[in-house]
């Protein structure tokens, strides 16, 4: 029975950590090739939310998950194209400075937009309720959001592994002077990968509206969880930000299964012990222009 | 005022009540013929509310202190009021322990404390038989105010002959509450009961939904601009509330339509208790001529009667400085009753009945004592 309850908190948790990952990819992704902490990225999340929820009045909920993120993204061209790009090269600091203060932009502009109390979003009702299998059991949301959280997973990996793009976008990574000696702009890429970033920080916010609260700092409260994943899982490694996000999922519901009062704490306690081990994170690589 | 955080919803709303009191009294003369002059501030947590406080006493010459809604920032307020001997009036925080044990001189409470909230509930949840002999898990906020209402949540408990087989202590700062949910159904209640505050009752709520557990979901705290935020379908049980907009008498009515007039959303029971708090004050100052702490004091202590947009009039307790007055259980209205989606309660009768004294519901000296020193 005992161990029955326990499976029930790991599934919930690797759940949890797949919406963790739709965040941190990004996140790692847009630092991985440009070199920007993206402190902004909690923002974006924030806007799929809202953006979501205001589709879903008018085209419903599955008009407004698919719509969302694409408009974020679209907004994505812009962010990189007028502001991340003058700071590739520039002192990290400029570029934490610039985009801290676009995540507090944002979110003043959602106040002024949609008001400060938070604004109502419901699942919609062929998907409430939990599934039963035998004595487990799990919401039937959650589920749909795994689901879409592998297909996002699977469509990335392909991305990065099996197309010119991604090649270019790993060697990117490692040796952007080789890919420029190739004759390779690398900024086209950029554009593309934060485009994909921010649309899966819509993402998560578009799914995750219905079940939680949607308030201006929204951003804010998600980006630090998203942070500690990509420092768990280390940089320029897909795998890493995967099964980092998956571990923080499953150890904050391990905890609160037998120790609640530390469950928030526990995923901090994860990453100082990683970080003891592993200061590169679980899987990061060596990258040459960040030593 | 919160204004960010996760009372930061219900703080905005606070502060769009206390400024069309502001200037309503302004424009019929201010007070003792001057203009009010508004200082508002983000409370954020306890340590800045009291560095805060205690600047606007000290620099800004501020003549008293009013606001509030966490019961943890409203106790260091009530120390900065009682050090520097100016009135606060703490208008949201609802830990009885504030008007007990950590009461003083200088503090009075305006909204309802969590024992008042405890017997609202309980006394609806009785009349449905949802008691007796019912075994209970609560889910409550982890700090001063929660663990208070948890402490009142038990005494209600083991005097009706319902037994708590699970309490979870819930950080301030969770917003994903599917582990403790899961716990929730491990345990198999008869009924779920939600001691949490602020956008984590919304949260919960929301994520109860989602999960469609059989066991009904109560609680014991709940701010209607928190149960607006939570979506259609998704809040049902008994809960209690201070005030809300379709009570139905003529003060209120007029109050209502002035502020959906002037903001264009109904007012929320913060937006409420900041406007009749702050004409409270003009009253007194206005009757007694004078600002002085001690003058104020001794105006509130004689149980002065305000009406306070309720059918019957309220006045604020001499020995422990609290706003006595009715409060309403409520449950959920039906989807297609509703009128817009602000319409979302059905409130229940007034307690206490209209037969009893309004005090019979308030905790007694014998079971939250105050000393306030001299």
């Given at each position: 029975m005992q161990f029955g309850f326990l499976l029930e908190q790991v599934v919930n948790g690797l759940v949890l950590g797949g919406y963790y990952l739709l965040i941190a990819l990004g996140l790692s992704l847009i630092f991985s090739v440009g070199g920007i902490v993206n402190l902004a990225h909690g923002a974006f999340y924030a806007l799929g939310a809202y953006i979501s929820v205001e589709i879903t009045r008018y085209l419903g909920f599955g008009s407004a998950v698919v719509l969302s993120p694409v408009a974020v993204a679209l907004l994505g061209i812009l962010f990189e194209r007028f502001i991340l790009r003058r700071f590739y090269d520039a002192d990290p600091i400029l570029s934490l400075l610039v985009t801290f203060g676009l995540a507090m932009v944002t979110e003043q502009a959602i106040r002024i937009i949609w008001g400060a109390p938070p604004i109502s979003a419901a699942i919609p009702q062929e998907f409430r309720g939990s599934v039963f299998l035998g004595d487990f059991l799990f919401s039937r949301y959650r589920l749909l959001i795994l689901a879409v959280v592998a297909a996002v997973l699977i469509g990335v990996w392909l991305l990065l592994h099996k197309t010119s793009f991604g090649r270019v976008v790993r060697a990117g990574i490692q040796r952007p002077d080789m890919v420029a000696a190739l004759g390779i702009r690398l900024q086209p890429h950029m554009t593309a990968i934060v485009m994909l970033g921010v649309g899966m920080a819509a993402l998560g916010g578009a799914f995750f509206a219905p079940i939680t609260i949607v308030h201006?700092?929204?951003?804010?409260?998600?980006?630090?969880?998203?942070?500690?994943?990509?420092?768990?899982?280390?940089?320029?490694?897909?795998?890493?930000?995967?099964?980092?996000?998956?571990?923080?999922?499953?150890?904050r519901g391990i905890t609160i299964h037998f120790a609640p009062a530390a469950g928030e704490a526990s995923i901090y306690v994860l990453m100082f012990l990683v970080l003891m081990v592993r200061p590169r994170g679980l899987l990061g690589e060596r990258i040459e222009k960040f030593e | 005022m919160p204004l960010t955080g996760f009372l930061g919803a219900i703080g905005s709303y606070a502060q769009l009540g206390v400024k069309m009191a502001a200037e309503e009294i302004n424009a019929s003369g201010g007070i003792l013929g001057k203009p009010i002059d508004l200082m508002s501030e983000d409370s954020v947590n306890p340590a800045t509310a009291s560095t805060k406080a205690q600047r606007m006493i000290e620099q800004d010459g501020a003549v008293l202190l009013f606001g509030e809604i966490s019961s943890a920032s409203s106790l260091t307020i009530m120390q900065v009021a009682?050090?520097?001997?100016?009135?606060?009036?703490?208008?949201?925080?609802?830990?009885?322990?504030?008007?007990?044990?950590?009461?003083?001189?200088?503090?009075?409470?305006?909204?309802?404390?969590?024992?008042?909230?405890?017997?609202?509930?309980?006394?609806?949840?009785?009349?449905?038989?949802?008691?007796k002999g019912k075994k209970f898990v609560t889910l409550t906020a982890d700090y001063i105010f929660g663990h208070d209402l948890l402490k009142a949540a038990k005494a209600f408990f083991s005097a009706n002959d319902a037994t708590l087989i699970g309490d979870e202590l819930i950080a301030t700062d969770v917003t994903d509450f599917s582990p403790y949910l899961l716990k929730v159904r491990q345990a198999k209640p008869d009924v779920?009961?939600?001691?949490?505050?602020?956008?984590?009752?919304?949260?919960?709520?929301?994520?109860?939904?989602?999960?469609?557990?059989?066991?009904?979901?109560?609680?014991?705290?709940?701010?209607?601009?928190?149960?607006?935020?939570?979506?259609?379908?998704?809040?049902?049980?008994?809960?209690?509330?201070?005030?809300?907009?379709?009570?139905?008498?003529?003060?209120?009515?007029?109050?209502?339509?002035?502020?959906?007039?002037?903001?264009?959303?109904?007012?929320?029971?913060?937006?409420?208790?900041?406007?009749?708090?702050?004409?409270?004050?003009?009253?007194?100052i206005n009757e007694?001529?004078?600002?002085?702490?001690?003058?104020?004091?001794?105006?509130?202590?004689?149980?002065?009667?305000?009406?306070?947009?309720?059918?019957?009039?309220?006045?604020?307790?001499?020995?422990?400085?609290?706003?006595?007055q009715e409060a309403y259980p409520f449950t959920v209205k039906p989807k297609g009753e509703m009128k817009d989606k602000w319409d979302m309660l059905v409130l229940g009768e007034a307690v206490p009945g209209a037969g009893a004294e309004l005090e019979s519901i308030y905790p007694t000296k014998t079971q939250n004592p105050c000393n306030m020193k001299a």
């Open positions: 201006p700092a929204m951003g804010a409260e998600i980006i630090t969880v998203a942070f500690v994943v990509v420092v768990i899982g280390g940089l320029g490694s897909f795998w890493g930000v995967v099964i980092a996000a998956l571990l923080v999922g499953v150890v | 009682e050090r520097n001997k100016k009135v606060f009036f703490s208008t949201g925080a609802r830990s009885d322990a504030l008007r007990g044990k950590d009461c003083n001189r200088y503090s009075f409470h305006c909204d309802i404390p969590n024992t008042v909230m405890v017997n609202a509930v309980g006394t609806a949840l009785k009349q449905k038989g949802m008691v779920v009961c939600c001691n949490l505050a602020g956008n984590q009752v919304t949260n919960l709520v929301k994520q109860y939904a989602e999960f469609g557990f059989p066991y009904p979901l109560v609680g014991f705290n709940l701010n209607t601009g928190d149960a607006w935020a939570m979506g259609e379908g998704n809040l049902s049980g008994t809960w209690p509330t201070v005030w809300y907009h379709t009570l139905d008498n003529p003060a209120s009515k007029t109050f209502v339509e002035t502020f959906t007039k002037k903001y264009g959303k109904p007012p929320e029971n913060h937006a409420w208790i900041e406007y009749i708090t702050l004409k409270m004050i003009a009253q007194a007694t001529k004078s600002t002085e702490s001690d003058a104020l004091i001794a105006y509130f202590e004689k149980q002065t009667q305000f009406d306070i947009m309720k059918s019957r009039k309220a006045y604020f307790r001499s020995w422990d400085h609290q706003l006595v």
